[in-house]
């Protein structure tokens, strides 16, 4: 079968390249969707009182809210845009732009992981949330348009179990071949497809961050994004007999387009910002910042970078296997590093991008554009 071999030609490329003897956590049997996709956990969901509580930091990166802890006065901070949380351990109280709302169950510490609950935070960043007791799931749906069930081609790849059961749980995408198309389209967007025509257009993309076109950016990835998901669909659809080989361009392109978005493939599903803004040595970065379903090696936040002494970069900001790991790494056409960890935010990554830029321009670090 044509699907099986693409995927799992994915799955023997992934397989090479992961680290041999880590181990995914076990997850209870309730289970947390986002937009279709289940979530993983550190500490499984847990039940308290009649409410669903998930650790804090998985739950608001997974919505796309950058999140703070401070120890001292054990208070959480997530920041979504101009949305604002706040909460405290053991405090019923919660905070949403300076509203305040009581809930049944404050946040509280389970096996060394802060605990909230997914509904109170999911609605508090403007998602909505259902339980479905059939099968103990929490579905949670954020910026969908149109009816939120799974239906037709994403149904059928949903109930089918992912090729590779293992990596399903080391990566922490599930059993669903659904989430196996899903996770590995997008890692191979983020640290092949992406870095690769980048470099290929290196005169363009310099010319579009010194320009600070944001338009153009945002069309350039979206180019991309599109044709290679697209490609990947083409062979699926061949096998599913949704296309034959002898269709007019247009109508198979239509077709195309069609189910990636059936499959939730779309970029506006998973790239949450693009934005440019200005770095140490008077240089530029393009910072990406890409939805998290709390899978391993994903990345959350990715940079097109240009200084003029240093050439064109590609940095990533991407979730380790460790939960609160976050790695901080340099990727070109040929090679994929790690830098260092760093903490899951947009400021934090632009720093290690400033403290790299600084150090190769004095000689602290070898120089590694192409």
């Known amino acids: 079968m044509k699907a099986k071999r693409i995927i799992s030609m994915l799955l023997v490329i992934a397989l090479l390249a992961c680290t041999?003897?880590?181990?995914?956590?076990?997850?209870?049997?309730?289970?947390?969707t986002l937009n279709g996709t289940l979530l993983s956990f550190e500490v499984p969901p847990q039940?308290?009182?009649?409410?669903?509580?998930?650790?804090?930091?998985?739950i608001f990166e997974a919505l796309g809210a950058e999140v703070r802890w401070d120890g001292a006065t054990q208070t959480i901070r997530a920041t979504e845009g101009a949305k604002v949380i706040t909460m405290q351990l053991g405090n019923p109280r919660m905070t949403i732009d300076g509203r305040e709302l009581i809930l049944d169950v404050p946040p509280q510490t389970v096996h060394g992981r802060t605990m909230v609950p997914v509904r109170a935070v999911s609605e508090g960043l403007d998602a909505d949330v259902t339980w479905?007791?059939?099968?103990?799931?929490?579905?949670?749906?954020?910026?969908?348009?149109?009816?939120?069930?799974?239906?037709?081609?994403?149904?059928?790849?949903?109930?089918?179990?992912?090729?590779?059961?293992?990596?399903?749980?080391?990566?922490g995408y599930g059993d669903s071949m659904l989430n196996e198309l899903q996770y590995f389209i997008r890692y191979f967007f983020e640290l092949e497809v992406l870095p690769y025509v980048v470099h290929e257009n290196a005169d363009a993309i310099i010319d579009v961050l010194k320009t600070s076109d944001l338009a153009e950016l945002k069309q350039f990835v979206e180019y991309y994004w599109t044709n290679f998901a697209a490609f990947i669909f083409e062979e699926l659809l061949l096998e599913l007999g949704d296309l034959d080989g002898t269709e007019p361009l247009t109508g198979k392109a239509a077709l195309v387009l069609s189910r990636i978005a059936d499959y939730r493939l779309e970029?506006?599903?998973?790239?949450l910002d693009i934005s440019i803004e200005n770095v140490?040595?008077?240089?530029?970065?393009?910072?990406?910042?890409?939805?998290?379903?709390?899978?391993?090696l994903l990345c959350t936040h990715i940079a097109i970078v240009y200084v003029e002494s240093l050439g064109l970069q590609v940095f990533t900001l991407e979730r380790g296997f460790d939960n609160g790991v976050y790695v901080f790494c340099h990727v070109d056409t040929e090679e994929w590093g790690v830098i260092s960890q760093i903490d899951?935010?947009?400021?934090?990554?632009?720093?290690?991008?400033?403290?790299?830029?600084?150090?190769?321009?004095?000689?602290?670090?070898q120089n590694t554009s192409n």
């Open 132 to 171: 479905v007791s059939s099968t103990r799931t929490v579905e949670i749906k954020k910026g969908m348009s149109g009816p939120a069930e799974m239906s037709g081609p994403a149904e059928i790849l949903a109930a089918l179990p992912a090729l590779d059961p293992e990596l399903a749980e080391l990566y």
């Open 20 to 32: 041999p003897g880590i181990t995914a956590l076990a997850q209870s049997d309730i289970k947390v």
């Open 344 to 365: 899951n935010s947009k400021s934090a990554f632009v720093q290690a991008i400033n403290d790299v830029i600084n150090a190769l321009t004095s000689g602290g670090l």
């Open 47 to 58: 039940t308290i009182n009649g409410r669903t509580m998930v650790p804090m930091r998985a």
């Open 267 to 271: 970029l506006n599903s998973h790239v």
């Open 280 to 296: 140490a040595k008077g240089g530029k970065a393009a910072i990406i910042k890409m939805s998290e379903p709390g899978w391993s």
